[in-house]
């Protein structure tokens, strides 16, 4: 168990535009989900960490006016990238974690390739 | 604040030979601790954890860590290297009770015949 999704896995779009990719968590209940952004050849960077039914906690840096979080549910959380720049292009890789036994543990999607052009 | 240092961010090895990744980390607090391979275009897959059970720790395909507090290390071994190891490496900590991952910059483990 513990699989999370991503969708699309990838996506080309013009600048200007939005950009919405899914996290979803397929065989169980999420209390927190995470998004990361990841650049070629270096680490993954926290960009926020989002609660069911509440408002997500960004990283410094990190515009939430730019990324729009929702997490619609427990097991669905959406990061929408507004009017999308060449410098958003990027891997996001989202996860989360598992409810009761094992909550320490994130579980990660297969990430969501982005080019802006 | 937490902080995870990853010594070498190019690790090549032989196929068959012992394979050492190091993590060192930095917590005010006992932490959690991970390891997770990714493979190119992938998502992140654990490989091992620990949480304050047992300092010697074995994971998925044949790794393993230790806990070692003295040292503030928590280094992933495996005693024969297999083609299919080629990855990039990531050691992780988290702070007890809160969820929020902080990443080392990665190492990434080539195998050669």
């Known amino acids: 168990g513990a699989v999370v999704s991503q969708h699309p896995s990838w996506v080309i779009c013009k600048s200007g535009t939005s950009v919405k990719i899914e996290c979803r968590s397929l065989?169980?209940?999420?209390?927190?989900m995470f998004w990361y952004r990841q650049f070629p050849k270096q680490s993954l960077m926290l960009m926020a960490t989002?609660?069911?039914?509440?408002?997500?906690?960004?990283e410094q840096g990190v515009e939430k006016d730019k990324f729009l979080i929702n997490h619609a549910s427990l097991t669905l959380s959406t990061l929408t990238v507004t009017s999308a720049h060449p410098e958003d292009s990027s891997f996001y890789i989202c996860?989360?974690?598992?409810?009761?036994?094992?909550?320490?543990?994130?579980?990660f999607g297969p990430g969501t390739r982005l080019t802006v052009l | 604040a937490q902080s995870v240092t990853q010594l070498g961010s190019h690790v090549s090895v032989s196929e068959g030979a012992l394979v050492l990744l190091r993590c060192n980390y930095s917590?005010?607090?006992?932490?959690?601790l991970f390891w997770y391979v990714q493979y190119p275009n992938q998502g992140l897959q654990l490989l091992l954890k620990?949480?304050?059970?047992?300092?010697l720790v074995k994971g998925i395909n044949g790794f393993e860590a230790e806990f070692k507090k003295s040292e503030t290390s928590f280094h992933l071994t495996k005693p024969s290297a297999h083609m299919s190891d080629a990855a990039e490496y990531f050691c992780?900590?988290?702070?007890?009770?809160?969820?929020?991952?902080?990443f080392g910059a990665g190492t990434r483990l080539a195998v050669h015949p």
């Open positions: 996860s989360a974690n598992k409810q009761g036994p094992g909550t320490d543990t994130q579980y």
């Open positions: 989002s609660n069911e039914g509440s408002k997500a906690t960004y």
């Open positions: 620990y949480t304050s059970a047992a300092t």
């Open positions: 917590s005010s607090v006992p932490p959690y």
């Open positions: 065989d169980f209940q999420a209390t927190t």
């Open positions: 992780a900590v988290s702070e007890r009770g809160y969820n929020k991952l902080i």
